[in-house]
Every structure is written in C-alpha cells, then in structure tokens.
C-alpha cells in the first residue's frame, strides 16, 4: 500500500506540491490524473525517494520514505517520465543491470529476464542495442526493468506517452495482470480516458493539490455527470476562459 | 555494497566500450599524441641544432670590398659572402631583416679599412632580429666569428708592440659542465610527465560525463537513484570505471613512450634516457595514484553541469589543472623535497624526472606521494557522493 499525507514539496518559492493526501491500494490500479505540470511527476518522485518531503509524510508497504528510503527502494519499481534506457547497451543487458542493482541473483534473474521478454513480448528486440528502439519499446523494457526485481508496488509516470494505440491498450492488459498479482500500481496520466479504462481508484490532482478523489463511480455521482472527462475539468475548475 | 559498486563499474566499463568516440579517445588520442608530438618536436629541434653548427652559411656582407680579409677568415669558418643580394646602405638592411627576406645581414662601414689601419676601431654592423629565434643560432655563429677575426688582429697588435695577449686577458674562464647526458634529456624529457598526467585525465574525460552529465540527460539517472543501492556505491562504481579507463589510457601511453623514444636521436643532443620497460612499469606505478584523483576531481566537477556539451567544456579546463604545478616547477626549477611530494602531480612530476635521470627513487617520497594523491581523491570522492545526495542532482 501507498499513502500519502498532507505531502507537500516547494522549489525554491514555488510550492509543487500542497498538502496532498491519498492512499493506493494492493491489488488495485490508482490514477493520478491531472493536466501538465499539476504535480503528479513531484508526487511519484518523492514516492520513489528521489525527492524528498518539504512537509508531510508518505509511505510505501508501511515504510517511511524520509525514514528509509532505501528499503523502500527495494519495494518499488519505477518507470520515470522518459524511459531512460541506456542506448549502448540491449533490452537484456539494460534489464539486467537493474535486477543486478536491485541484488537479484543471476540465476534468478536469468529466468525472470526470460519471462518478461516472453511476457512483453519483447524477443525480437531483445539482444538489440536499446539506441535505435521505438519509443514503445523502449517503454516495455523500461516496464521490464521496474518489474525484475519483482516489486510489490509499481510506480508509472505517463506510461503510454507516445504509445500507439495497440501498445497502450496491450499495457493496459498488463497492468491488469500484474494488479491482479496483488500489487498495488500507482499511475498518473493526463490523459482521461487512458486512466478511466484503467484505475480502480482516482486522484485528480490540479495546481499540486488534491481536486478529487475517488473511484470513477463515486467522482461520477458527486459531479453529477457519468463522463469522466467532465469530472476531470470540473474537478480541476473548469475550463481556462 | 562491494558488490554493487562492482555491478555499476563494470556497467559503465562494458558500456562506454561500447561507445567509439569513449574508446578513440582514451586508446588512440591520450596515448598517442603525447609520444608522437614528442618525437617530432625532438627531432625537428635536434635537426636545427645540427644543421647550423655544420652547415656553411651565406650571409650578405655589404661593402664586403672594404674588408677582404675579414670575408676571407669568415669564408675560412664556413660563413661565405651572398653574392645574390642589391643591398646597399643599412637602411635597405634593415628592411630586409624586417621584411624577412633576409634573417641576418652584415654590414661594414666604407672607413673599415682606414679605421682598422688607423687602430681607432673598425665598425662592422650585423642587422638580424631578435625575435626571430630560427636565427639565432647563425648570428651567434656571425658574431662570433668576428669577435674571433677581431682577437686575433689585437693579438697580433700585442704582439707587435712586445706584448703578450695575456695581459689583456686577465681571467680565464674554464667550464666545466657537470650535468650527466640523463640529466640534460630531463629538461625537454619533462614534457613527458605532463603528457602522461594529459593522457591519463584524458583517458577518463568521456566516462566522467557520460556516466553523471550524459546519464542525466538521457534520463537514466532517475531510475538509477531509485534503486536499492546506496549513492556511495553508484559513485565509487562510476569513479572506478573512470579510473579504469585512465589507467588503460596510461597503460598505453607509457608502452608508446617505449616504442618512441628510441626513434629520438637523443645522442645528438649529448643526451640520454634510460626509459626502458622498467622504467615505465615504476613509472606507472607512480601514477596509479593520480587516476582516482582525477576520476574524482572530474565526478565532482561533471556533477555540477547540466548538459553533456557543460560537462565536457568544464573538463576541458579542468585537463589543464594539473599541468599548474608542472609549469611552477619548470620556473623554479625545483628539486625533488618531501614537503613537495605533498602535492599532487608535482609529486608524481618529479618523481617520474628522478626516475628518467636515472637516479633512485627514495621510499618516504613515493609514500608521502601516494597517501597525499589518495587522500585528495578520496576527500573529492567524498563530495561527490555528497553532491549526489542532493535532490538536486536529477537536474
């Protein structure tokens, strides 16, 4: 489980963050919705630890971030805005590195690479060297690599940013899959309708802070409108006039 | 720990292998163009210094009429009178040298003759210029070979007079030169040091900012800092795998040194080296210090840039450090003390000149050398893994 508590982050004078609060479950996939620049990406970083907490507090599987945050490494898999795959180096060997890191054993790790190139549908560019990847596969094996350490929680930054429709609709079979596993994945998109075939729970967040939240039935009720893209404008205050 | 440090080093080792430019830099660049650059600057000097002790000079004398014995005893020490000039007064002489058509002129006064008949003291001019150091070696040639013409005929004038020219020469000097043919070549040969200090910060440039700048801006870093490993353990792993490229840059740039310097012919020069295997194997292992040191110096200035194209014009400036003290040294022409072996790439600068001198390098100043060298990397290293604990880092 993930959770944060009136969470908020300040760069320099501008505050990205403001008391921002949820929670994500396990077994469920989490939306973290709201336009460019809302904060989302500051949410998920502070969550991997890479950024810390100006104020509040998070944890993820009950560990504290600020407290721990190399244990709580141990439990995420990350896929950071822009897959950031190592050009040099093949789909296997930029996964491998990162199951290596996470301290997975060869042996295992052999295995797992097996079955994620298998499972991602990745044997054509697997021994490839990442430098000339499609943007969707270079989104696979970034999904690859936050998967080999087999993490219980998953964090997403716009996983299907520059994905093909075939490619966003086969993640989002396999998010399903992996939540169905039990892990609790925590995604943000800008993209409504992405995340309304997808999340069981959403967290619409505007101006780094918290519009609403809920799962898509009760955002529905409360706004009156069973359009989610509806929601998603009146939650973060209408439409710029 | 350990091995994580070793998983992030032989990453970066495999991957920057994979990369031409990493590789052309730090095996072809560093370790050949010291040695290469040597050579020719070696011999093209030793050609010059040669030729113009051998070769005969013309030279144009104007009004070379007005003494005929003069030209003729120049003409005896291998200096023969231009006949293809139309200079005519000191002016167009002058000219001339400035304008570069000629490097040395020699010009004798119409009243030569009576002057020297009247022993009231002949003139003769030479026009050449100063700045043009090609020359040099021909006016000093020129003038001494008249100062030479003009010793004899005030010999001959004591002479006359009953005199012994020793009277005129009260003191004698006689010199006596005691550098050895090692000690000579270690003047142009400590260019060498700083090749080799080039070579091995060289050798690690593209691996310092494809491994902190280049992964930041291919967006690596982010997943990299949120897995489980310490940042101590991804710098040190980077840092090693920067090292190792440095030593391989030195490696090969010591065994071309080895291959090059018997094409130097040192002898002309009335010099020698005894740089042999041996002597590179002690030379490296002098160095070895200094690539953890320039790993970490180079980490923690690529840390603070934050593009590929900052990371490496910083660098670029960041090369030229360690050639400050080298260039202090030369000035000073300081010898080897402990107190010196405190600072890092004079130390190593003047124990690599002892070792080319042939003389003995003493035990204290290799270790005082070392643990300063290693200290200083290790105080860099440390504010490097400091400089990556900052949030900041992710640019």
Sequence with gaps: MIQADSLSKAFGKIAALSEVGFRARDGQITGLLGPNGAGKSTCLRILSTVLRPSHGTASVGGIDVSHDPLAVRGIIGTLPHGAGLYPHLTAIENIRYFGLLCGVDRATLARRIDRLIQRLDLGDVADRKAGGFSQGERTKVALARALVHEPPHLLLDEPTNGLDVMAVRQLRKWLQELALEGRCILISSHVMQEISALADDLVIIAHGRIAAKGTPMELADRFGNRDLEEIFVSAIGGEPS | ?395
């Design chain 2, 1 to 395: 720990m350990m091995s994580a440090i070793l998983t992030v080093c032989r990453k970066e080792i495999f991957d920057n292998s994979r990369d031409r430019r990493t590789l052309l830099t730090s095996t072809l660049l560093g370790p050949l163009m010291g040695p290469l650059l040597l050579v020719v600057m070696f011999n093209v000097s030793i050609s010059r210094v040669t030729s113009s002790v051998d070769q005969p000079i013309d030279v144009p004398i104007i009004g070379a009429g007005y003494a005929d014995n003069l030209v003729a005893f120049l003409a005896s020490r291998g200096i023969s009178a231009s006949e293809e000039h139309d200079l005519a007064s000191i002016d167009e002489a002058i000219s001339a040298v400035r304008n570069g058509e000629e490097d040395v002129v020699v010009f004798v006064d119409e009243s030569f003759g009576e002057d020297l008949a009247s022993e009231t003291g002949a003139h003769v001019s030479l026009v050449y210029d100063e700045s043009d150091t090609a020359s040099d070696q021909r006016v000093g040639r020129i003038r001494g070979s008249i100062g030479a013409y003009s010793q004899q005929i005030g010999n001959l004038r004591l002479l006359a007079r009953g005199l012994d020219p020793a009277v005129v020469r009260p003191l004698i000097i006689d010199n006596f030169d005691v550098s050895t043919a090692e000690e000579r070549s270690s003047i142009l040969l400590g260019m060498l040091t700083y090749f080799l200090l080039f070579a091995t910060l060289i050798g690690g440039l593209y691996l310092a900012t494809d491994t902190t700048a280049g992964e930041r801006e291919r967006k690596s870093l982010e997943p990299l800092l949120a897995t489980p490993v310490p940042r101590s353990s991804l710098i040190l792993g980077k840092m090693g795998a920067t090292a190792a490229y440095m030593l391989l840059s030195l490696a090969l740039t010591l065994i071309c040194f080895t291959v090059a310097l018997p094409f130097m012919s040192l002898d002309e020069l009335g010099m020698s080296t005894s740089f042999n295997l041996v002597t590179a194997l002690i030379a490296f292992v002098v160095l070895v210090p200094y690539a953890p040191l320039g790993a970490a110096l180079m980490t923690v200035v690529a840390s603070f840039t934050k593009s590929y194209k900052e990371a490496q014009s910083y660098l670029g400036f960041v090369i030229l450090i360690p050639t400050l003290p080298l260039i202090v040294a030369a000035i000073l022409n300081v010898r080897p003390s402990l107190a010196l072996m405190a600072v890092p790439s004079l130390s190593q600068h003047l124990l690599i000149t002892n070792l080319i001198r042939a003389e003995p390098i003493e035990a204290p100043m290799l270790a005082v050398s070392f643990a300063t060298t290693l200290l200083l990397g290790a105080l860099l290293a440390y504010a490097a893994v400091r400089l990556y604990e900052r949030e900041r880092i992710l640019g």
